[in-house]
């Protein structure tokens, strides 16, 4: 009788905290070593411009033990976009180009994950979300990766305990979906915009 | 005076080229800033700094030229000492 309690309490907890580990953890990707960051090329016949954005926040919702549910939404803040030419960068900031005064935020809602695939902590798959660009919002599916790092973020922000999860992306949008001077400038100022995006995000545990 | 010109000239052109020569031949635009990639060693991610730093490119070299090609023509409008 006795052994058959402590095999049930065993089990029971066992379950639990099995149950505990599975639970979806909330990644929060307002990095606090900066090292976020989301990175753009044009590749115009005359000219290339490469630039990045630091300003990265956003949340998202992952499960290891289901990584298909993976959602959440990334913001990237317009004024954070950094090209090494002043002029260039005036310019890109300006009301012809981006207009981050008047369209401060871009962002990435996820809606799905499809063909996902997990090989130890590493997952990969077709995300399809919402792209939102200088107020215009368009449905876009790219591959992304994930990688869960567990019990990982005291080695990164000594002192927190909890897990990481770096994303990456690479994606290609053409600015005139987003009225960016659709039709203009094409041989200085390429058509198609490449996009990096790798992200870390952290969900630190009490 | 036309001679002082034209030395300027001469020495303006060869300095933005000089210096543009020394900075790396930078073929692009100016750059106040450049790019430093740091790796994070938990993440594996790149993270991407800017640090202020002058990179003269093209329309530098440009500006250079025509500065002294101004400068040059300019000499022109002297005229020469007559010699008696």
């Known amino acids: 009788m006795k052994t058959s309690s402590a095999i049930l309490l065993t089990t029971l907890a066992a379950a639990l905290v099995q149950g505990a580990c599975a639970a979806p953890e909330t990644f929060d990707f307002k990095d606090p070593k900066g090292v976020n960051n989301a990175v753009f090329k044009l590749d115009a016949p005359l000219e290339s411009v490469n630039g990045s954005a630091s300003g990265i926040s956003g949340t998202v919702v992952f499960d290891p033990e289901n990584p298909a549910a993976l959602q959440g939404k990334i913001v990237v803040a317009s004024e954070s976009l950094t090209v090494p030419n002043p002029m260039q960068k005036e310019h890109l900031h300006g009301t012809n180009w981006l207009d981050v005064a008047t369209y401060p935020l871009i962002t990435f809602e996820s809606k799905s994950f499809a063909n996902v695939k997990t090989t130890d902590n590493a997952t990969t798959g077709d995300i399809t979300g919402t792209f939102t660009l200088k107020g215009v919002s368009k449905e876009l599916t790219t591959p992304v990766k994930v990688t869960y790092l567990k019990d990982k973020l005291s080695a990164r922000v000594p002192g927190l305990k909890g897990d990481l999860l770096v994303i990456r992306a690479h994606f290609t949008i053409n600015r005139e979906d987003f009225n960016i001077q659709p039709g203009h400038y094409e041989d200085k100022v390429a058509p198609t915009i490449e996009l990096d995006l790798s992200i870390a995000g952290a969900a630190p545990q009490p | ?84």
Do not use: C
């Open chain 2, 1 to 84: 005076m036309k001679r002082s010109f034209q030395i300027l000239a001469l020495l303006l052109l060869l300095g933005t080229a000089g210096t543009w020569l020394i900075a790396g031949a930078n073929r692009g635009w100016t750059k106040t800033s450049v790019p430093v990639k740091t790796l994070d060693p938990v993440t594996g991610i790149e993270g991407i700094s800017y640090q202020p730093k002058f990179l003269p490119g093209v329309d530098f070299l440009g500006a250079g030229v025509l500065a002294a090609a101004v400068l040059g023509g300019a000499s022109f409008l002297f005229r020469k000492k007559p010699t008696v």
